[in-house]
């Protein structure tokens, strides 16, 4: 059996806490502005995210090390996967926000606000629901299949 070289051997990864904190920090903050009404605020959240993700992709990667090119010492260069995906992450949130770019912009056109409206359909269908009606489109006369249905009447009858 062979055993690696204690070179090749990587010690226990020591992830900095400063940037974990910084990860931290900016997801929170972009996930609470990502979960407000007016679209900037939601593009302003994506780019925290954005940036928290590849700062945590930094944090992921371990320790710094030589460019990864052959014949180097395996335990000298750094891994360039993290760096690829950094990459991605940044292509990713620059193409987020660039839609929700056009997409504010279009809506300061059309309503001169960047607030996102009320779906008008959304309250057509909320206002039998909060006045206890049943729909237009239930229909009594269909076998229910779900299990709580059965599990209610006791004797699978709907």
Do not use: C, K
């Amino acid at each position: 059996m062979t055993t690696l070289a204690p070179a090749l051997i990587e010690p226990t990864l020591q992830p900095n806490m400063t940037l974990v904190l910084v990860t931290v920090g900016l997801v929170a903050a972009g996930t609470a502005l990502a979960l407000d009404r007016s679209l900037v605020r939601v593009l302003l959240g994506m780019v925290l995210i954005g940036n928290g993700i590849a700062v945590l992709y930094l944090v992921i990667s371990g320790r710094a090390g030589r460019a990864p090119f052959v014949g180097e010492d395996p335990a000298a260069i750094s891994d360039p996967l993290p760096q690829a995906m950094v990459l991605t992450a940044i292509v990713i949130s620059l193409a987020t926000i660039g839609f929700l770019l056009a997409l504010s912009y279009r809506l300061w056109q059309i309503s001169g606000t960047d607030d996102v409206p009320d779906d008008a359909e959304d309250a057509r269908i909320q206002r039998p629901a909060l006045e206890d009606q049943t729909s237009s489109t239930y229909d009594p006369s269909e076998a229910s299949t779900t299990t709580s249905d059965e599990l209610a009447h006791g004797d699978g009858s709907p």
